[in-house]
């Protein structure tokens, strides 16, 4: 029928690791794709990547803001492309996990949201994530990833111009928790 808008649901579990996971929600598509390798295979128009210097992931201490001109959690910056990097690079200073007491969740959501809003300025059509405030940063996995896809689905149903986001995932249990997370 003309007009019914109508949504298709496909089970997370027929798509292998390393596989792209497309959503159609009405007649607006929106697409996540999860990716199990290393982000430099990928063509996109830019990457965000928490903020690394001296080959330390930041965690916004004093030493770090001396450093970084007083950044603080949730600024970005971005390093246009080059002939050396094809993408630019969306910098970001995630929170550092300590326990959950202050606000560490809302700061990560902040993070996802301005890199959208920074991707979205920027005209950026395809753009990866790693993950923010894992690791060393110690981010409960299971939080950050369902923060991260809240807030990309957000940023997506506000920008139909943005083709696909991916998550890049550098181990199979943080692709799990992503699939997990992007299926619900």
């Known amino acids: 029928m003309v007009g019914i808008e109508t949504a298709i649901t496909i089970p997370l579990s027929a798509f292998p690791y ?44 004093s030493a770090d803001q001396a450093q970084l001109g007083n950044c603080l959690i949730g600024d970005l910056r971005i390093v246009p492309a080059s002939a ?16 959950g007491e202050y606000q560490e969740e809302e700061q990560l959501a902040a993070c996802y949201r301005k890199a959208m809003d920074m991707a979205k300025r920027e005209n950026f059509r395809v753009i990866a994530f790693t993950p923010i405030s894992g690791g060393a940063k110690g981010f409960p996995a299971n ?25 890049c995932c550098s ?14």
């Open 18 to 61: 390393n596989s792209e996971v497309y959503f159609e929600v009405g007649k607006i598509v929106h697409r996540i794709k999860i990716h199990l390798g290393k982000v430099a295979a990928l063509t996109v128009d830019a990457v965000v990547n928490p903020l690394v210097i001296n080959s330390q992931v930041i965690e916004n201490t």
């Open 143 to 167: 939080r950050a990833t369902k923060i991260a896809v809240q807030q990309v689905d957000s940023a997506l149903r506000q920008n139909p111009l943005m083709e696909s986001v991916i998550f």
């Open 84 to 99: 050396n990097s094809p993408s630019a690079v969306i910098e970001v200073i995630g929170p550092l996990w300590r326990g």
């Open 171 to 184: 181990d199979p249990v943080t692709t799990a928790l992503y699939r997990t997370q992007v299926g619900r």
